[in-house]
């Protein structure tokens, strides 16, 4: 199985930063999707960022021109830049990777790490 894990969650003020890690252990996946999601205690986890290795990046809209995803394949790790944060980004942050295209759903997943942002 591969693990992830999350960490660089933490509370800051709304407009504030935070860079999100999430560190995966090795895989032999030829073709790979990679996300973050976030969800809210009671309400329906949602897709920030979900891209894979032949160039498909699919974005939301509520976090467009704030957050940015990057990889640094040497250390395995993902990262989620995010700025100009809100309130309304208050969520458990959760990375995972699936074995094939998007579409197909995510094979594993994170523990997930908590951000709080204060208004």
């Known amino acids: 199985a591969i693990q992830l894990v999350e960490s660089g969650g933490g509370s800051v003020q709304a407009g504030g930063s935070l860079r999100l890690s999430c560190v995966a252990s090795?895989?032999?996946?030829?073709?790979?999707?990679m996300a973050w999601f976030r969800q809210v205690p009671g309400q329906k986890r949602e897709g920030v960022v979900v891209?894979?290795?032949?160039?498909?990046?699919h974005t939301a809209d509520f976090v467009k021109d704030r957050f940015t995803v990057s990889q640094d394949r040497g250390k395995n790790t993902l990262y989620l830049q995010m700025s100009s944060l809100k309130p309304e980004d208050t969520a458990m942050y959760y990375c995972?990777?699936?074995?094939?295209?998007?579409?197909?759903?995510?094979?594993?997943w994170g523990k997930g790490t908590l951000v709080t942002i204060s208004s």
């Open positions: 995972a990777i699936g074995g094939s295209w998007c579409y197909r759903g995510m094979d594993y």
């Open positions: 891209f894979d290795d032949y160039g498909y990046n």
């Open positions: 090795w895989h032999t996946y030829s073709h790979y999707c």
